[in-house]
């Protein structure tokens, strides 16, 4: 009978034990739950539009080398090879920056940002440059020039000086330099594309308010018709040779 007994109070021991495992893991588990990764409907709604248009200007690019593929392919005879590859190289000085381009687009300002006289207590139509931290340096520029680029914009020009793939702004002394050209302030930059895009893409990142804080305001403009100059800036070629035919030595 007291084997028994302690062979029950051995299993009811056990018993327990699991039972004290369990509420020690649920209890664990209570106090520090997962942490899980929550994005407001907003953010993917927009991360959503950006990646269709990512995809929708690559569709845009296969189907234009495509035709382009075609037209190669389909040449009857020297004469039309010719004229779709001086088309080509139309398009590629277009794309590099060596002739102006037109179009619609956005003329963009960066002024001095204004107060409301009534809140900076002045009488009469008076305004004050607002008090900020740090002002607009070279990475700023470069910042606004890649959302332009990113967004669909086909050429952009700062000051008057079109930007190309190869085109540094950058800090040289006191001064902001592009290519080797100094710009002083206020800067108007110039982009051709679609203006409801290229506005919508300043806003979703946050443009206004980062240029906020170096005491400047985005000032933007529609235009239908707009000019953008070619780059004019000499570039020497440092590794590219001519191809020598056969027979040459």
Not at 1 to 24: E, W
Not at 113 to 141: F, K, R, S
Not at 189 to 206: I, Q, T
């Amino acid at each position: 009978m007291l084997q028994k007994s302690r062979k029950i109070t051995f299993i009811l021991a056990i018993i327990s034990a699991i039972i004290g495992v369990m509420l020690t893991v649920q209890l664990r588990s209570s106090l520090h739950p997962a942490h899980k990764e929550s994005r407001s409907i907003a953010e993917l709604r927009t991360s959503l539009q950006k990646e269709l248009e990512k995809h929708k200007n690559l569709l845009a690019d296969i189907s234009k080398y495509n035709q382009l593929y075609y037209q190669y392919e389909t040449a009857l005879n020297e004469d039309e090879s010719l004229s779709v590859m001086k088309e080509e190289l139309a398009r590629n000085r277009k794309m590099a920056g060596m002739v102006s381009v037109e179009g619609e687009g956005i003329i963009l300002r960066v002024v001095d940002a204004q107060v409301n006289p009534a809140e900076a207590g002045l009488d009469g139509g008076m305004t004050e440059p607002v008090i900020g931290g740090y002002t607009i340096d070279d990475e700023d520029l470069r910042w606004l020039v890649n959302i332009l680029f990113a967004n669909g914009s086909q050429a952009v020009s700062i000051n008057g000086h079109r930007m190309v793939a190869t085109t540094p702004i950058r800090y040289v002394g006191n001064a902001i330099q592009i290519d080797t050209r100094t710009i002083q302030p206020p800067y108007e930059l110039k982009a051709l594309g679609e203006p409801d895009v290229l506005l919508s893409a300043l806003k979703l990142e946050g443009v206004e308010e980062n240029f906020r804080l170096a005491n400047k305001e985005i000032i933007a403009e529609k235009r239908d018709k707009l000019i953008i100059p070619a780059n004019r800036e000499q570039r020497p070629i440092q590794y590219m040779k001519p191809v020598k035919e056969k027979g040459e030595s």
